[in-house]
């Protein structure tokens, strides 16, 4: 008699536990939609759901919630930080040093309105395209240091080259300089506490970012703090693609790590201690604002600047709506080199449109990448703008890490944002804008150069690449939105 009990509990228990979980698939598809996204973004994560039930509800729970109503910090706190990085009116941190074109001074309008963005005149910058040349010159301003150091990096690893920059951080700790280091959670997985233990014990402050614990930061997973940021007395900065790993200067068995950072010189390194200020504060709750970290600084140089951060927290999606305008702007020549090809259908569309009205578009992407499935989804996109007349070049150098835009003879960019869905959506990112006719020539020639090493691909050619590859292009991309 029990056994003939036990079916039908067994039955009801089952169809319980199937009706709940259609439920919630629908629920959670219903929430999606109110989100009102980017449709794509939406379809995307939908889909998803229907084909991989479970796994993709769990992965929903991980990597699909948004935080845009959430703030980093207080509105009164942030006019704090602006009122520190203007303090000295002589600076004219409100006009142009140089006659800048009607096109750049709209783009330094915009990124006031998105986020309080000041212009910074008259600094000095000294672009790396190495990283042995970079890490030179950081390790020497950090020897130099006499105040304060302040680091950010996704990546900060204990190999040869971040124990060498561990243990003179240490020494400079113990010689009474004040360091404080931000790095990601999970960009930083592989690397074992005891080498940021180390560095505790020597009295360095170094706090992970978006620390993830289970189950209370499980859904925060997703969004990491990419940016790379050092700010030496307040007086010299750095900027860029670079995190502090050996394969920087080293390369890969397969080619050199081809990436750009700045050098900076002048009153733009405000700009970049109120960065670093406001992320120490949402991870700390310490609120960095004291005068001795905005010491007087010199004009010393010719490239006006911006300094633009970004992130999945707040009203705006401030760098990804600034490279729109820039683009948008462009009249002459728009030159892009990202290592991750995957633009908003806005950016698309603009690159599309430029190309079709005859200014000179090249976008520069690795031939060979570090990620299979993002490679896959990058090149998805190549024939629909090889069709509007974008010319496409695959470095074949090494794996090409640079993130650079460069518009006309006026306007740059470089930082930490690739051009792809998770710079633009879910990463912290920062990115300086340049305003000069020099520095813009510098990154076209850097640019010229490179496409020594690439090969350029051409409509037809592409045409004739294999089925097999287009399929699997095809299904990345479906994919690409939430990657």
Same mark, same amino acid.
């Given at each position: 008699?029990?056994?003939?009990? =036990?079916?039908?509990? &067994?039955?009801?228990?089952?169809?319980?536990?199937?009706?709940?979980?259609?439920?919630?698939?629908?629920?959670?598809?219903?929430?999606?939609?109110?989100?009102?996204?980017?449709?794509?973004?939406?379809?995307?994560?939908?889909?998803?759901?229907?084909?991989?039930?479970?796994?993709?509800?769990?992965? /929903?729970?991980?990597?699909?919630?948004? /935080?845009?109503?959430?703030?980093?910090?207080?509105?009164?706190?942030?006019?704090?930080?602006?009122?520190?990085?203007?303090?000295?009116?002589?600076?004219?941190?409100?006009?142009?040093? %140089?006659?800048?074109?009607?096109?750049?001074?709209?783009?330094?309008?915009?990124?006031?309105?998105?986020?309080?963005?000041?212009?910074?005149?008259?600094?000095?910058?000294?672009?790396?395209?190495?990283?042995? &040349?970079?890490?030179? !010159?950081? #390790?020497?301003?950090? =020897?130099? !240091?006499?105040?304060?150091?302040?680091?950010?990096? $996704?990546?900060?690893?204990?190999?040869?080259?971040?124990?060498?920059?561990?243990?003179?951080?240490?020494?400079?700790?113990?010689?009474?300089?004040?360091? *404080?280091?931000? $790095?990601?959670?999970?960009?930083?997985?592989?690397?074992?506490?005891?080498?940021?233990?180390?560095?505790?014990?020597?009295?360095?402050?170094?706090?992970?970012?978006?620390?993830?614990?289970?189950?209370?930061?499980?859904?925060?997973? %997703?969004?990491?703090?990419?940016?790379?940021?050092?700010? #030496?007395?307040?007086?010299?900065?750095?900027?860029?693609?670079?995190?502090?790993?050996?394969?920087?200067?080293?390369?890969?068995?397969?080619?050199?790590? +081809?990436?750009?950072?700045?050098?900076?010189?002048?009153?733009?390194?405000?700009?970049?201690? &109120?960065?670093?200020? #406001?992320?120490?504060?949402?991870?700390?709750?310490?609120?960095?604002?004291?005068?001795?970290?905005?010491?007087?600084?010199?004009?010393?140089?010719?490239?006006?600047?911006?300094?633009?951060?970004?992130?999945?927290?707040?009203?705006?999606?401030?760098?990804?709506?600034?490279?729109?305008?820039?683009?948008? %702007?462009?009249?002459?020549?728009?030159?892009?080199?990202?290592?991750?090809?995957?633009?908003?259908?806005?950016?698309?569309?603009?690159?599309?449109?430029?190309?079709?009205?005859?200014?000179?578009?090249?976008?520069?992407?690795?031939?060979?990448?570090?990620?299979?499935?993002?490679?896959?989804?990058?090149?998805?996109?190549?024939?629909?703008?090889?069709?509007?007349?974008?010319?496409? $070049?695959?470095?074949?150098?090494?794996?090409?890490?640079?993130?650079?835009?460069?518009?006309? %003879?006026?306007?740059? &960019?470089?930082?930490?944002?690739?051009?792809?869905?998770?710079?633009?959506?879910?990463?912290?990112? #920062?990115?300086?804008?340049?305003?000069?006719?020099?520095?813009?020539?510098?990154?076209?020639?850097?640019?010229?150069?490179?496409?020594?090493?690439?090969?350029?691909?051409?409509?037809?050619?592409?045409? *004739? +690449?294999?089925?097999?590859?287009?399929?699997?292009?095809?299904?990345?991309?479906?994919?690409?939105?939430?990657?």
């Amino acid at each position: 008699m029990f056994g003939t009990f =036990s079916y039908p509990w &067994s039955d009801w228990l089952y169809f319980g536990i199937y009706t709940g979980f259609i439920l919630t698939i629908i629920f959670t598809s219903i929430v999606i939609v109110l989100e009102n996204r980017n449709p794509v973004k939406s379809l995307a994560w939908i889909v998803v759901l229907v084909f991989l039930p479970i796994g993709g509800f769990i992965l /929903y729970l991980f990597f699909g919630q948004q /935080y845009r109503h959430t703030r980093m910090i207080s509105k009164r706190k942030r006019r704090i930080l602006q009122k520190m990085s203007g303090n000295t009116a002589h600076l004219g941190v409100s006009k142009p040093g %140089n006659k800048l074109s009607p096109e750049s001074q709209q783009q330094i309008q915009l990124g006031h309105q998105l986020g309080g963005t000041q212009l910074f005149v008259h600094n000095q910058i000294e672009i790396f395209t190495d990283g042995e &040349s970079k890490f030179k !010159a950081l #390790i020497k301003d950090i =020897s130099g !240091a006499e105040t304060f150091i302040h680091l950010q990096y $996704y990546i900060f690893a204990n190999d040869k080259l971040g124990k060498s920059i561990q243990q003179l951080l240490m020494e400079k700790a113990r010689q009474g300089v004040k360091i *404080r280091i931000l $790095y990601d959670d999970v960009g930083c997985w592989k690397v074992k506490s005891r080498f940021f233990k180390e560095m505790r014990k020597a009295g360095i402050e170094i706090k992970p970012f978006f620390k993830v614990t289970f189950p209370q930061l499980a859904n925060k997973l %997703n969004y990491r703090n990419h940016r790379k940021v050092s700010v #030496i007395d307040g007086k010299i900065g750095y900027i860029g693609g670079m995190n502090i790993a050996d394969r920087y200067c080293d390369g890969l068995s397969w080619g050199i790590w +081809r990436d750009t950072h700045a050098r900076i010189k002048g009153p733009a390194v405000y700009g970049l201690q &109120s960065a670093f200020s #406001i992320d120490w504060s949402f991870t700390t709750r310490e609120f960095l604002s004291e005068a001795c970290y905005y010491p007087p600084v010199e004009e010393c140089g010719d490239t006006d600047m911006q300094i633009l951060t970004s992130g999945p927290l707040g009203e705006w999606k401030e760098i990804a709506i600034s490279f729109l305008k820039a683009i948008a %702007n462009a009249r002459e020549c728009i030159y892009i080199q990202t290592p991750y090809f995957l633009p908003t259908d806005s950016l698309l569309k603009a690159l599309q449109a430029a190309a079709l009205a005859k200014v000179d578009v090249r976008l520069m992407i690795p031939s060979h990448s570090d990620s299979r499935l993002l490679q896959y989804a990058s090149q998805s996109y190549l024939k629909e703008i090889l069709r509007a007349g974008i010319k496409v $070049y695959f470095y074949q150098g090494g794996f090409l890490h640079a993130k650079s835009l460069i518009i006309d %003879n006026e306007f740059s &960019s470089l930082g930490s944002t690739n051009f792809d869905f998770r710079s633009f959506d879910h990463n912290f990112e #920062i990115n300086a804008f340049l305003y000069s006719p020099e520095t813009n020539a510098q990154m076209k020639k850097i640019f010229i150069n490179d496409m020594r090493q690439c090969r350029r691909i051409t409509l037809s050619r592409w045409k *004739r +690449r294999p089925l097999a590859t287009k399929v699997a292009e095809s299904f990345a991309r479906l994919m690409s939105p939430i990657l």
